[in-house]
């Protein structure tokens, strides 16, 4: 009985898949007030569905429907790429939010069960309601963007290469890389190894990652990167 029931094909209500593809549609829609967070929601939701449904139908549907609305947002962002002098620190700010707050079932919030708000006095985060103003509805298409982009990737099975941006041919920096602090925000600190092993260091201000690194005594003003990690995968215990 065991091993048959283990057999048995799970299958998903085509109605409850045609209700999360709504809202992924909803996203390309120009006048829809639909928020960052039902969004995220939804897409997490499809990629648990097909974790336990092996239904190449639904595989495809999902892919499909993912990959028009990711054009359709990559046509709208290309309306400010170029006109918009904040465009790439917009970008930039939101990816590192994208990267970091993942949603998280147990502290939604209540917020979702209510109606949207678009006031920043509401004390909530831009991705939990409406924007209000200019920069926030940009703000809110790039959310919207990175999404879409996250789950079209993720049916395709594709790697992610191209985020966070770089900068002409520069790559992410590693360990013994030769950094130029000027323009740089340090904050001095000492590595503790153990007790007899006291390393002086200086930590460097980055949005995505954490730096550390020694001063250079050949060249005043460039550093030796002596560690690096992403921030969304460093623990601190204080």
Avoid at 19 to 37: F, H, K, M, T, Y
Avoid at 43 to 55: A, E
Wanted: net charge negative; charged share 25%; hydrophobic share 45%.
């Amino acid at each position: 009985m065991i091993i048959s029931s283990l057999e048995t094909p799970v299958s998903c209500d085509e109605r409850i898949i045609e209700a999360l593809l709504s809202i992924v549609d909803a996203a390309g829609n120009e006048e829809s007030r639909l928020r960052p967070v039902t969004l995220e929601l939804a897409c997490l939701v499809l990629r648990q569905i097909l974790l336990v449904v092996d239904h190449d139908q639904m595989h495809s549907l999902i892919a499909n429907k993912a990959s028009h609305i990711l054009t359709c947002f990559i046509d709208r962002l290309g309306l400010y790429v170029n006109s918009e002098n904040l465009f790439l620190e917009w970008f930039e700010d939101e990816y590192a939010e994208f990267e970091i707050n993942h949603i998280k079932l147990e502290t939604i919030g209540y917020e979702l069960l209510l109606p949207p708000c678009n006031t920043v006095m509401s004390g909530l985060a831009l991705h939990k309601r409406l924007p209000s103003g200019f920069e926030e509805r940009i703000r809110t298409i790039i959310q919207f963007y990175f999404h879409i982009r996250k789950l079209a990737k993720d049916m395709s099975g594709e790697v992610e290469t191209e985020l966070p941006l770089k900068v002409g041919n520069n790559v992410a920096v590693e360990v013994g890389d030769c950094i130029n602090l000027n323009n740089s925000d340090l904050l001095s600190c000492v590595v503790v190894l153990n007790k007899n092993e006291r390393l002086p260091r200086f930590l460097v201000t980055d949005r995505l990652q954490l730096i550390l690194v020694e001063p250079d005594s050949r060249k005043a003003g460039w550093a030796i990167v002596r560690f690096v990690g992403l921030l969304q995968v460093r623990t601190c215990n204080i």
